[in-house]
């Protein structure tokens, strides 16, 4: 059975209590997680979001609705064909005019791609931290959970910072 995450976050603003479907591979690191924190945060906070085998996110795709990300058939797959992780290709989508995410997807981009890492002074740390998210974690969701301080802090940071 999947592991899955979701919020008891009250309705959206217009009153309706829509949840979306997503699924992504388990044991997430970077981009997973920061486009995890992403769709919670920024988009649908009751959304349901599955940890599956990498090869199952095409499935669950077509035959529950979701919508996957970062694994192989995904609507956003791991790298698109502009060179964008999907955490980069949601925010390019539907955050656009939003400086601070601009920039955190930049941070992202480069802890996900280590020969790109220097593309920000900050990827190298976030990937750093990242790869000890499955050491302190007891699952997908907890981490998940936990790791959304870190990007909690990291957006506050650079929205004072795009100011």
């Not at 997503?22 to 349901?48: C, E, M, Q, S, Y």
């Amino acid at each position: 059975m999947p592991l899955s995450v979701s919020s008891s976050v009250g309705p959206s603003p217009s009153g309706r209590s829509s949840r979306k479907l997503w699924a992504t591979r388990k044991r997430i690191h970077v981009n997973r997680t920061a486009t995890g924190w992403l769709i919670l945060r920024f988009f649908d906070p009751r959304a349901k979001i599955l940890f599956v085998e990498p090869g199952d996110v095409a499935a669950i795709q077509q035959r529950d609705g979701a919508i996957g990300f970062d694994a192989p058939g995904a609507t956003y797959p791991h790298r698109d064909e502009r060179g964008r992780c999907s955490f980069e290709a949601l925010v390019d989508e539907r955050l656009p005019g939003d400086a601070a995410l601009q920039r955190l997807a930049k941070i992202v981009h480069g802890a996900d791609f280590p020969a790109e890492m220097d593309v920000t002074r900050e990827s190298a740390g976030l990937w750093a931290i990242s790869q000890g998210f499955t050491d302190v974690g007891k699952d997908d969701a907890d981490i998940l959970e936990r790791a959304s301080f870190l990007y909690d802090s990291l957006y506050a940071h650079l929205k004072t910072y795009s100011k």
